[in-house]
């Protein structure tokens, strides 16, 4: 995101929490080494795809870039602020979530810069609503550019808690599908470890998950203190 962007993100998120929430409570340990979290945010994709991308880390004011790959691919962790906006709106509050993802050239221009954007609100003190409120007005008005196409993210990591039951659920291919419907996939549960749509189903920002379940003992990763 760029330098302008990321002021007006930041000034925003001030003006839309209550002083009470202007600090946000994000404990120090929410924040890892950043040896500790490149190692998380690489083992969420093969090493075809994580031994070339490029690799963000969380801090406080948001999420910066640390090594600069060549694949067009970008890997980092994303916490609570990814959860789905109508059906995880509980995770919010949860600081247990860990989602290590790696995008494609094509998600890394549009969804992952909605997740910068969510993480900048959140880390403000943004709550649920007030987030994704910004998130639709960000698409509106083109800070934000919605997906013109189907593409791809990788969520294969055996570090990734997605909820407080589920865990690290199955390693997933997250299909971006813009307008896709659950029915369309055949009406699956989140629970059946079937393709599912769980995030925003029929509008631009639907996006569907594929258990890769050939991948049962997932990709551990390295950590280095």
């Given at each position: 995101m760029k330098r302008g962007k990321l002021l007006f993100a930041t000034s925003l998120a001030a003006a839309l929490v209550s002083p009470a929430l202007a600090e946000s409570e994000v404990g120090a340990d929410f924040f890892w080494p950043e040896a500790r979290e490149i190692a998380i945010a690489r083992s969420a994709a093969p090493e075809t795809v994580s031994e070339n991308a490029s690799y963000w880390v969380l801090l406080p004011s948001g999420y910066r870039q640390v090594v600069t790959g060549s694949n067009g691919f970008n890997c980092l962790v994303l916490r609570q602020w990814s959860a789905a906006f109508d059906t995880q709106r509980e995770l919010f509050e949860w600081e247990g979530l860990v989602a290590p993802i790696c995008y494609d050239p094509v998600t890394s221009a549009s969804s992952m810069q909605e997740q910068f954007l969510r993480a900048e609100l959140g880390l403000a003190g943004a709550d649920h609503d007030a987030i994704r409120a910004e998130i639709m007005s960000a698409y509106g008005d083109g800070r934000l550019r919605p997906l013109e196409r189907t593409a791809f993210s990788y969520m294969y990591s055996g570090a990734q808690r997605l909820t407080?039951?589920?865990?690290?659920?199955?390693?997933?291919?997250?299909?971006?599908?813009?307008?896709?419907?659950?029915?369309?996939?055949?009406?699956?549960?989140?629970?059946?470890?079937?393709?599912?749509?769980?995030?925003?189903?029929?509008?631009?920002?639907?996006?569907?998950?594929?258990?890769?379940?050939?991948?049962?003992?997932?990709?551990?990763?390295?950590?280095?203190?």
């Open positions: 407080p039951n589920a865990g690290h659920w199955h390693p997933h291919l997250m299909v971006h599908a813009p307008y896709y419907t659950n029915d369309m996939l055949g009406g699956n549960s989140f629970t059946s470890g079937d393709p599912v749509v769980f995030e925003a189903p029929g509008t631009f920002r639907a996006i569907i998950a594929i258990p890769v379940n050939g991948r049962d003992g997932h990709i551990q990763p390295q950590f280095e203190e």
